[in-house]
């Protein structure tokens, strides 16, 4: 659909990266971080219409994540998807989601926070944590327009770099509320037999 890296989040361009890890990706360097900030400035003018853009193309080159969000299951007309409020608010979210992230860019522990409670809430949404990569390759696709000579290599690069960091927090922080359940949930053991109980 006219952006190069759409739908690859899941292959090399969402991969690995050999500066400073932390929760096994990579975070960004401080050129990559200035880029973010400054680029940021020019998007948050038309964070709903990136809202929108960013999925309407999820849905587009991914469309069983649509199988997550209730009100757009079944909804097979995605210019229809442009004008639903509800997508609208959607896109909202996740875009002040972004905009907390790029914030808290230079304070490490409170984007680490952010995102692992992000993930953990994303385990009862039953969104699967494959889809997380998703969104910032659309997000890139759905602001390089916004961005049109300002738009580089080296800022994709770090976009890039940023969403697979924020990507890697919220997997742990599913994988964390995944084990959380499991340890709440009774054994077959301790359930009580039907046979037993009042009702």
Known sequence: ???AISGLAAKAEFGDRTTEKAAGAAYPSEDQIQMIKES???IQDDIAKVGIIMFVRLFETHPECKD???LFRDVEDLKRLRTSRELRAHGLRVMSFIEKSVARLDQLE?????ALELGKSHYHY?????YYSYVGAEFICAVQPILKERWTAELEEAWKTMFQFVASLMKQGHE???NRQRHLAPSPKERPDKKNTAL
């Open 68 to 70: 997550v969000f209730f």
């Open 176 to 178: 964390k509320e995944s």
């Open 1 to 3: 659909m006219g952006c």
């Open 40 to 42: 940021w400035k020019v």
């Open 126 to 130: 039953n969104a699967p944590p494959k």
């Open 110 to 114: 409170r984007l680490e926070a952010l």
